[in-house]
Nanobody, 124 residues
Framework: QVQLVELGGGSVQAGGSLRLSCAASGLTFSTYAMGWFRQGPGKEREFVAAINWSGGSTYHADAVKGRFTISRDNAKNTVYLQMNSLNPEDTAVYYC?????????????????WGQGTQVTVSS
């Protein structure tokens, strides 16, 4: 049974930083691409960042490029999202997701399994 557990959410003031983690179990982690998505209040879930199976390729949405960084540690079955220079528009529930395959995936429907989400709240 695949499980994804996100940790690291919380409340922070604008300009601050948070580091999210997503620990995976029940799968061969190194054979899966990973992604982070978010869903703000009253909004649809949107793509944030993606990383391929090895960590050698990453892609970030324009809204977070230069501020957020996705990374992974296959030895720990964990993917991370370092978030810097946070602003109130980043307030959302953040989800990690896995997709079996060697590419980079950015489309929500492509992912196979999802975590339960972690709340990030940024105050001005």
């Amino acid at each position: 049974q695949v499980q994804l557990v996100e940790l690291g959410g919380g409340s922070v003031q604008a300009g601050g930083s948070l580091r999210l983690s997503c620990a995976a179990s029940g799968l061969t982690f190194s054979t899966y691409a990973m992604g982070w998505f978010r869903q703000g209040p009253g909004k649809e879930r949107e793509f944030v960042a993606a990383i391929n199976w090895s960590g050698g390729s990453t892609y970030h949405a324009d809204a977070v490029k230069g501020r957020f960084t996705i990374s992974r540690d296959n030895a720990k079955n964990t993917v991370y999202l370092q978030m810097n220079s946070l602003n109130p528009e980043d307030t959302a529930v953040y989800y990690c997701a896995v997709k079996r395959g060697q590419g980079l995936f950015t489309v929500l429907a492509a992912f196979d399994y999802w975590g339960q989400g972690t709340q990030v709240t940024v105050s001005s």
